[in-house]
């Protein structure tokens, strides 16, 4: 064995890998578990679970705890550990889980009702499911090709859903409801029909037509990174999704959807070339004036959305709870009253980090902020890390996926609706396995480096 393959193979070993891929190369392949959360988070209707299991026994959930049970088993084979190196979304996350468990501490040892315990226990699976995507889709895909796998079914997906709004606003009809599975009943009425200024809102499968938007508003980065890279495909497979994702998200009417489009655009559009910029700038221009033209009084009632916001009730009812917020906060400001005790029947808060402090605290909102902000950072290096154009591009739409969700927290209490809260954790995820893949290729080439020297 020559000095090179020696210290390459030293290296990997520094890395915590074997010769083989680490969690990869499992019997069951991670790309896949990753497809089926997809298209169970995002097809089958969020009221729907095992009844025996109650509200924490929605599939997407139950996957998410699967996905840590495997990760924690494949930690205990030497050939599989991912535990090196150290990586920085992993430890943000295990500061985030910490957090929750003291807050648990917290709910458990003062007067607590069944409700709260309930609620909170529900919080800790909530959080196991989190942690269990972030960690396996970090740790189990180890090439470029195996995260755009599941990303392109996520694009994919999004098109299929923005499909069955555009079906609901059109129809006014909910669609969805007839949905039925075998070993799945549910467990609270699912209105994906909503009104609004004398529109329907379409919610599509998502709980709302706030989760709905902001889910698309998520996706849709995805969605025109593959229509931009995917030039082997066919035009109308690459730009469907772009196009029927791009006309749903305003047809749920909500401030939230239209501040995630216009936050993930600022964070497209700037990192395009110049022709592609100008030729954006006239597509969002004709896209107004489509909206315009073929649903009058849309587009006035999308902009009254903010110059009315004033008067607007649900803004009222937001401004409103601050002072209830601040008299929560006051009474456990460290570490929280307990991870998901702030239950709905108290208040509709409508701005996730507000109820965070109530329920973790500040040291858990600081927490959360840590992994968003982290996760970020993870990204922008990431495509600073590499030359190559796509996957640049990659890591700047899971950028802006992640800021957009990141922002969107601030406009709904985003920990209550299944796909918004599982798709933000699993966008986490990709970006540790872009950031890992990368890493793992410069060290590659920094250990070929001496290797070609050698003679």
């Known amino acids: 064995m020559g000095r090179g393959t020696k210290a390459f193979s030293a290296g990997r070993r520094v890395l915590g890998l074997s010769e083989r891929a680490p969690l990869a190369t499992a019997r069951v392949d991670a790309v896949w578990l990753l497809i089926a959360y997809i298209l ?13 299991l109650g509200a924490v026994g929605t599939p997407a959930l139950i996957i998410g705890v699967g996905a840590l049970v495997w990760w924690v088993c494949a930690q205990m084979n030497r050939a599989y550990s991912t535990l090196s190196p150290v990586q920085p979304i992993r430890r943000a996350m295990l500061f985030f889980t910490v957090s929750v468990l003291a807050s648990y501490v917290v709910a458990t040892v003062r007067p607590i009702d069944g409700t709260e315990l309930n609620a909170a226990d529900r919080g800790l699976l909530l959080l196991a499911s989190w942690l269990g995507l972030i960690l396996l889709t970090s740790d189990g895909l180890s090439t470029i090709s195996r995260i755009e796998t599941p990303l392109r079914m996520l694009a994919a997906v999004g098109c299929i859903v923005a499909v069955i709004g555009i079906a609901q606003f059109i129809t006014g009809a909910s669609i969805v409801d007839v949905i039925q599975i075998p070993g799945l009943t549910p467990n609270n009425t699912l209105t994906s029909i909503y009104n609004r200024g004398g529109f329907v809102r379409a919610a599509g499968t998502s709980t709302h037509p706030i989760e709905f938007g902001v889910v698309l508003a998520m996706i849709l980065p995805i969605a025109l990174h ?23 998200i305003p047809i749920t009417i909500s401030r939230s959807a239209i501040v995630s489009i216009v936050v993930a655009l600022l964070f497209l559009i700037p990192s395009w070339p110049r022709h592609r910029r100008r030729i954006s700038y006239v597509a969002i221009a004709a896209f107004v004036a489509t909206i315009y033209v073929l649903i009058p009084g849309m587009l006035g009632n999308l902009i ?27 009474r456990f400001p460290i570490l929280g009253r307990g991870f998901s005790t702030f239950v709905p029947q108290y208040r509709i808060l409508d701005n996730q980090y507000l109820g965070l402090l109530i329920e973790v605290g500040l040291v858990g909102t600081i927490a959360i902020l840590t992994l968003f902000i982290t996760t970020l950072v993870m990204a922008f290096t990431a495509r600073r890390m590499t030359t190559d154009e796509r996957t640049r591009s990659l890591a700047q739409s899971l950028l802006a996926m992640i800021a957009t969700g990141a922002v969107s927290f601030a406009t709904f209490d985003a920990f209550g609706f299944p796909q918004a809260s599982g798709l933000m954790f699993l966008g986490i995820g990709f970006v540790g396995a872009l950031s890992n893949v990368l890493r793992r290729h410069e060290l590659s080439d920094q250990l070929a480096t001496p290797a070609d020297s050698v003679s």
């Open 304 to 330: 009254g959305l903010f110059s009315g916001i004033g008067e607007d009730s649900s803004a009222l009812s937001r401004t409103n709870s601050y002072a209830l917020a601040l008299d929560f906060i006051e």
């Open 226 to 248: 593959f229509a931009f890279a995917d030039t082997h495909r066919n035009l109308l497979l690459r730009w469907s999704p772009v196009v029927t994702i791009a006309f749903a």
């Open 40 to 52: 169970i988070l995002m097809l089958i209707p969020a009221n729907l679970t095992i009844s025996a």
